[in-house]
């Protein structure tokens, strides 16, 4: 059965700290993996990644896939209390659905 | 705003009614994609359509329904609710760099 795992569920931080976010799929048909940053409502798109080993950045936000061990990693540096959020790992397939991990949720304190 | 238009925003309904989710994609998107979001579930894929016609279909029980119409817009029907059903359905459309676009939710609380 088609699994996407994120760890930690859940994760407190001061501002100013660095965070690792990790996911790991067993996905058949694997076609891309997403990351997204959910807050108070819908999700919002943060990186798409379909190629082991190129990081994709966005400001302090960076994230790489491994297609051969299963995962992918979302660094967010300098966190910020703006950071707080459910951040959610997807994996798209073939057919286009996506199937979302748990989730983590971040937590920044001043 | 995201371009993807959820309608209505909260609905509240008793055990056993029927409801329907109403989405607007993005202008000029073919696509309508429906989650389910629920607290002890995470977001849940239930179906997908493509220019009117079903591509792809996830853990979508049999009391729920979908259809896109002509002008893409699209409906989900869940009927003979119950309690469990209460969650968030998103619907999202297109690819953003690669990333689906989502609608802000509709809200349904089953009581």
């Known amino acids: 059965e088609d699994k996407v795992v994120q760890s930690p569920l859940s994760l407190v931080v001061h501002e100013g700290d660095t965070v690792t976010l990790n996911c790991s799929y067993e996905v058949t048909n694997f076609r891309s993996l997403l990351w997204y940053k959910q807050e108070k409502k819908a999700p919002t798109f943060l990186f798409m990644l379909?190629?082991?080993?190129i990081e994709k950045k966005s400001g302090r936000l960076s994230s790489i896939l491994d297609k051969k061990e299963l995962f992918s990693i979302l660094n967010i540096t300098a966190t910020q209390t703006g950071d707080s959020a459910v951040y959610l790992c997807a994996v798209r397939r073939n057919n286009n659905d996506m199937r979302f991990g748990a989730g983590t949720r971040l937590t920044v304190k001043p | 705003d995201s371009g993807v238009t959820q309608t209505p925003k909260h609905l509240i309904t008793a055990t056993g009614q029927r409801v329907t989710l109403r989405c607007s994609p993005r202008?000029?998107?073919?696509?309508v994609y429906w989650y389910q979001q629920s607290l002890d579930q995470g977001l849940q894929f239930l179906i997908q359509?493509?220019?009117?016609?079903?591509?792809a279909k996830g853990n979508i029980l049999e009391r729920f329904s979908a259809q896109q119409f002509p002008d893409l817009h699209s409906e989900l029907n869940l009927s003979s609710l119950e309690l469990g059903d209460s969650a968030l359905y998103f619907c999202?459309?297109?690819?953003?760099?690669?990333?689906?676009?989502f609608g802000s939710g509709t809200r349904l609380t089953v009581v």
């Open positions: 359509y493509y220019n009117g016609e079903e591509r």
């Open positions: 202008s000029g998107d073919l696509s």
């Open positions: 379909t190629s082991s080993g």
């Open positions: 999202a459309s297109s690819v953003v760099g690669g990333g689906y676009t």
